[in-house]
């Protein structure tokens, strides 16, 4: 498949069965991760991997979603190594962890698995139930696992503006 192909047939899961993740497909997962670029390839992205039951049901006090996917990937940057933009400081550390997640959501999809960006999350509850440090900052949840027999793509899946609507060439007057 090339990649077009696999970026257009990519959907947000929200409805996982409950067969397991092999170990070497997070791996590959977690690999697509490290290799995604960063700013100044500081490479402060950090990642906690959700396997154990009990702590995936403790995330219910940080989101109502999961969708009882069987692994939880907890995407963070430290703050304290990440790049931050001469002009006026901005943190790059957001854009580096969201690029590593896109990388990590895009692997997943070669590898027959599915997931979805989780943004709705209390980062300060997720801080301390799983005793996150402080210095680092929670930009996303990927719930990751085989799609459920009954997972389909929204209905809002394929509605997308026309590269008209969204390009403008040389000026956005």
């Known amino acids: 498949m090339d990649f077009l192909e696999l970026i257009k047939n990519r959907y947000s899961c ?16 977690l690999e697509a991760g490290r290799v995604a670029p960063t700013g100044r ?23 109502t979603y999961g969708w009882n996917a069987p692994v939880i990937m907890i995407v963070c940057y430290d703050k304290n190594i990440s790049w931050k933009r001469k002009f006026d400081g901005k943190d790059g550390g957001t854009m580096d962890a969201s690029i590593v997640a896109t990388h990590m959501m895009l692997e997943i999809e070669s590898l027959g698995l599915g997931t979805t960006w ?13 005793n996150i440090p402080e ?8 719930p990751v696992g085989y799609k459920s027999a009954n997972s389909v793509p929204s209905s809002l899946h394929e509605k997308r503006n026309t590269l008209e609507e969204m390009v403008f060439w040389d000026s956005m007057d």
Not at 41 to 63: H, W
Not at 122 to 129: F, L, S
């Open 41 to 63: 390839n500081y490479q402060s992205q950090r990642i906690l991997v959700l396997q154990d039951p009990k702590k995936l049901e403790q995330l219910s006090q940080c989101t």
């Open 118 to 130: 989780i943004g709705s999350f209390d980062p300060n509850k997720i801080r301390e139930v799983y």
């Open 14 to 29: 929200r409805s996982f069965s409950d067969k397991p993740v092999e170990k070497e497909k997070l791996e590959k997962i």
């Open 135 to 142: 210095h680092y900052e929670v930009v996303a949840l990927l």
